[in-house]
């Protein structure tokens, strides 16, 4: 049972363009949603995270917006640098004393230079 | 320490045989994750740690695989028996789970790889 998914397992845009990285779920009792970005042989690092109850943040180059209606979270980068280029997860929480994160299959984003 | 430290980071071992993973957590890090990354899939949960305590192992895939933390600090992943599909990267994480978005911090990984 795949509780988050990320549908696109990669996409390519061209440096200074805004790359747009999407996640579904399907919990509704999920309460925060977070954005890690993966190099390779290195361990994921934490992005952006946004409460089930907002439906934007926004961290310098990096917008996540929220749609709990549809169940579905989007990560802007703009503009896309070719250091932005890497395996992107999306994760949510299940809150409680566990609070522990569930994650997407990751989608690979490759920025052209 | 300044960042999760795991170790070893690559571990090549016989069907069959015993491993054992390490994970050195950030310091005053009370909660601790195991997860494993397989080939071409996401990260998939493994069992939690508050303190020394384990109260969610939900996510251990068979009673080969057995998790310890001692000290309220390094925790070790042990699996037993290994078989092929235990093949995987093995994340360990820590945060200080005070509510919130629980954000947590990865070391490196631990690369087996089962022959």
């Known amino acids: 049972d795949q509780q988050v998914k990320q549908n696109s397992p990669s996409l390519s845009v061209q440096e200074g363009r805004i790359s747009i990285l999407n996640c579904d779920y399907t919990?509704?009792?999920?309460?925060?949603f977070l954005w890690y970005k993966k190099y390779p042989a290195e361990g994921p690092t934490f992005l952006i995270s946004?409460?089930?109850?907002?439906d934007k943040n926004e961290d310098g180059r990096f917008t996540v917006f929220l749609n709990k209606s549809a169940k579905h979270l989007s990560l802007h980068i703009v503009p896309s640098q070719p250091g932005d280029s890497a395996v992107y997860f999306c994760?949510?929480?299940?809150?409680?004393?566990?609070?522990?994160?569930?994650f997407g299959t990751g989608t690979l984003l490759a920025v052209q230079p | 320490g300044a960042g999760v430290s795991q170790s070893p980071s690559n571990k090549v071992t016989e069907k069959g045989k015993d491993v054992e993973l390490r994970c050195d957590p950030i310091?005053?890090?009370?909660?601790l994750y195991w997860y494993r990354q397989s080939l071409g899939q996401g990260l998939e949960f493994l069992i939690y740690?508050?303190?020394?305590?384990?109260?969610?192992k939900s996510g251990l895939p068979s009673d080969r695989f057995s998790a310890e933390r001692t000290g309220g600090s390094v925790s070790t992943l042990t699996i037993q028996r290994t078989q092929q599909e235990d093949s995987a990267v093995y994340l360990c994480?820590?945060?200080?789970?005070?509510?919130?978005?629980?954000?947590?911090?990865f070391g490196a990984g631990s690369r087996l790889t089962v022959l």
């Open positions: 994480a820590s945060s200080l789970n005070r509510g919130g978005a629980n954000v947590l911090t």
């Open positions: 740690f508050q303190g020394n305590s384990a109260p969610d």
């Open positions: 946004i409460s089930s109850i907002k």
């Open positions: 919990n509704s009792m999920f309460d925060y």
């Open positions: 310091s005053g890090h009370t909660a």
């Open positions: 994760a949510a929480s299940v809150g409680g004393a566990t609070n522990k994160l569930i």
